[in-house]
């Protein structure tokens, strides 16, 4: 148990679709974030929230907006995506002070196919 | 532009040392993570480096040389457990915010 939840664990969504992932931190934590991990391919950093407010947005397709009410909850909102969005996408949670990055915790991920 | 680079894939038996290289051309370098990740499941936090040297935790240690752009993680006293795709990342300095950059992990393969 990492702390973070994240639901559904499994989805699979037609193009048109409209669907939304959630993640949960019951770490007390300030900062929250998604990354898309692809097969064979690095963990990618899509957006990044720091007490509450959007601090980094990777250059990702506007299909994927994020949203977070408060510190502990983020969501992922999805629409019209692609095939190529398929992929496991991970929400992570960390600690941070001014000027201190800590380590992430990171959710079991939601497995996407988009078909 | 950011680039970390790790092998794809260790093969080695149970109880040996297996050690793990991770090198890393990047901007603004302030730390570098190493975690695991069994298949299916959430990577986990195993040590973190802002030094030069070594950091020992149990049967892990990560090694960290900030002038040569170099780091590996060592795995001692191999577990069929350890079977895992491990990650390297570094984290970098924005004008506001630390982020982390993820290696593509390399899978460790521990073998009776």
């Known amino acids: 148990e990492t702390g973070v939840t994240q639901t559904p664990r499994h989805l699979v969504m037609g193009m048109t679709n409209k669907k939304s992932l959630k993640c949960e931190q019951h770490?007390?934590?300030?900062?929250m974030y998604w990354y898309k991990q692809s097969a064979k391919k690095p963990l990618e950093l899509m957006f990044v929230?720091?007490?509450?407010?959007?601090?980094e947005n990777n250059s990702v397709p506007s299909r994927f907006s994020p949203e977070c009410p408060n510190s502990s909850h983020l969501f992922l909102h999805l629409h019209t995506l692609q095939p190529e969005d398929s992929a496991l996408y991970l929400c992570?949670?960390?600690?941070?002070?001014?000027?201190?990055?800590?380590?992430?915790?990171f959710g079991p991920g939601t497995r996407l196919t988009v078909t | 532009g950011q680039n970390i680079d790790q092998p794809t894939e260790m093969t080695a038996t149970e109880g040996a040392i297996v050690q793990i290289n991770c090198t890393y051309q990047?901007?603004?370098?302030?730390?570098l993570f190493w975690y695991q990740q069994h298949a299916g499941e959430a990577p986990t936090f195993l040590s973190y480096?802002?030094?030069?040297g070594l950091e020992e935790k149990g049967r892990f240690s990560s090694f960290l040389s900030r002038s040569k752009g170099y780091s590996y993680l060592l795995l001692k006293e191999l577990q069929m457990k350890d079977s895992a795709s491990y990650l390297c990342?570094?984290?970098?300095?924005?004008?506001?915010?630390?982020?982390?950059?993820f290696g593509a992990g390399t899978q460790v393969v521990v073998t009776p």
């Open positions: 992570a949670s960390s600690q941070d002070s001014e000027g201190v990055n800590y380590e992430q915790y």
């Open positions: 770490l007390g934590h300030n900062a």
């Open positions: 929230y720091n007490f509450k407010e959007q601090t």
């Open positions: 990047t901007s603004g370098f302030n730390g």
């Open positions: 480096n802002v030094l030069d």
């Open positions: 990342a570094v984290r970098l300095l924005t004008d506001s915010w630390g982020k982390l950059q």
